[in-house]
């Protein structure tokens, strides 16, 4: 099974920027729905991102859209999320996860379910201050 991890989380003012890196070992992400997800405290997981394996295809969910983007680099077995205009509700643990069958546009309906997903990291915590 792959391995996966995060880095890239920290402390950020509302209205920065951070990139989220998540990579990978022990099998090629080439064949991976990818996706990002979040947990902010007292909160369920939710889902933020996803990219299908080819990098053709990306999803964000609502709260995002317009901010955060989601890139793979398949040569290094990557994956990405650039975050802009950071807000204070944006604050939680980011994880990203890798699935060989569940599509990226699966992912979006997926909260609590998402750990079904084949792999995970093991998370990185975004704080945005106001």
């Known amino acids: 099974q792959v391995q996966l991890v995060e880095s890239g989380g920290g402390l950020v003012q509302a209205g920065g920027s951070l990139r989220l890196s998540c990579a990978a070992s022990g099998r090629t992400l080439s064949s991976y729905a990818m996706g990002w997800f979040r947990q902010a405290p007292g909160k369920e997981r939710e889902f933020v991102a996803a990219?299908?394996?080819?990098?053709?295809?990306?999803y964000y969910a609502d709260s995002v859209k317009g901010r955060f983007t989601i890139s793979r680099d398949n040569a290094k077995n990557t994956v990405y999320l650039q975050m802009n205009s950071l807000k204070p509700e944006d604050t939680a643990v980011y994880y990203c996860?890798?699935?060989?069958?569940?599509?990226?546009?699966?992912?979006?309906?997926?909260?609590?379910?998402?750990?079904?997903?084949?792999?995970w990291g093991q998370g990185t915590l975004v704080t945005v201050s106001s």
């Open positions: 996860a890798a699935d060989r069958t569940t599509t990226a546009r699966a992912m979006r309906a997926m909260g609590a379910t998402s750990n079904a997903l084949d792999a």
């Open positions: 990219i299908s394996s080819s990098g053709i295809s990306t």
